[in-house]
């Protein structure tokens, strides 16, 4: 599948881009650092998908995604938002305007993977359901996202997921990996592990804690 980056930091679309070349079916069909190229490249290249942030130089991604689902040419492109805005207005105008999810950056690669896979899945369901002339109620559901909670990845266990939950919202100013290990009695790998699932799966964020040396720490916030 084919995507297109687009966000107005020249390093930070090489970094994304990087992402989704290492993600299995995915190749970059282009990048765009304004709303204008954006556009342009939506109308020549067609990609499955664009990574769309908001700040861009000259319009802001939501009127890019409006714009998109106006044109006939890129109305059936699929957009994931890519971005550092956290107001609800934002949040709201991209859902309305039918992205598929939001992003809130800086963010792993691994949350990343997560929603591409998603879409990978989300794609094949919707093939499967071109070959019928009727849906039923599971095949919407399937479509629109099951009711059912998603399993852990292999590995992980339910209660050492509640473990390290508890400790996210008994925690408001966020923990590292480090922390939560030490809160929950975890090695730190394992602890880490579970709170990028947490991020891959939309219910904690990431935010970079800077000391007076060395690289910034990620320290974890519970979205709930």
Known sequence: MRVLVVDDDFMVAKVH??????????????????????LR?????????????????????LSVLRQLRADPATQDIDVLIITAA?????????????????LIKPFSSSA??????????LRRKLHRLAQR???????????????TPKALPKGLTEQTADLVRQALQAHPDGLSASECAGVTDLSRPSARRYLEHFVAAGRAEVRLRYGGTGRPERQYHWRG
């Not at 939506?42 to 769309?52: F, G, K, Q, S, T």
């Not at 609800?88 to 305007?97: I, N, P, Q």
């Open 112 to 121: 990343l993977q997560a929603q591409l896979e998603e879409f990978a899945t």
């Open 133 to 147: 002339s009727t849906a039923g109620q599971e095949d919407v559901d399937a479509v629109f996202g099951a009711r």
């Open 86 to 102: 956290r107001d609800v207005e934002t949040v709201r105008g991209a859902l309305r305007g039918g992205a598929l999810h939001y």
């Open 17 to 38: 881009s990087g992402y989704v070349s290492r993600a299995p079916g995915f190749t970059v069909a282009g990048v765009a650092h304004t709303g204008a190229e954006a």
């Open 41 to 61: 490249a939506a109308r020549e290249l067609h990609p499955d998908l664009v990574l769309l942030d908001i700040y861009l130089p000259d319009v802001d991604g």
